[in-house]
Nanobody
Framework: QVQLVESGGGLVQAGGSLRLSCAASGSIFSISAMGWYRQAPGKQRELVATIATGGSTNYADSVKGRFTISRDNAKNTVYLQMNSLKPEDTAVYYC???????????????WGQGTQVTVSS
């Protein structure tokens, strides 16, 4: 089992910055990739950014150049630095972790409770 706890959300003006943190606990040895997703009210959850254990990253086009995902493997923590925030970035941000299972190529996904990010104009 893996438990994820997000923090760092809040209210910020357009153009401002926030840093989200996600701390993992439990069977942390099995975690491979981690990432951030977001969901606005009435909309589908969408991928924001992902990072593998080796450090390779992937970003949604809407946040590329503004957001940076990083990972501290020693602390089992993933971060999302968000700069130049826009009102359309307003959403609940969820931390995600992929845990390897015994069958080859099998993974189980875990989700945090989410942290609210609100960007005012």
């Amino acid at each position: 089992q893996v438990q994820l706890v997000e923090s760092g959300g809040g209210l910020v003006q357009a153009g401002g910055s926030l840093r989200l943190s996600c701390a993992a606990s439990g069977s942390i040895f099995s975690i491979s990739a981690m990432g951030w997703y977001r969901q606005a009210p009435g909309k589908q959850r969408e991928l924001v950014a992902t990072i593998a254990t080796g450090g390779s990253t992937n970003y949604a086009d809407s946040v590329k150049g503004r957001f940076t995902i990083s990972r501290d493997n020693a602390k089992n923590t993933v971060y999302l630095q968000m700069n130049s925030l826009k009102p359309e970035d307003t959403a609940v941000y969820y931390c995600n972790a992929a845990s390897r299972l015994s069958p080859p190529g099998a993974y189980k996904f875990y989700w945090g409770q989410g942290t609210q990010v609100t960007v005012s104009s």
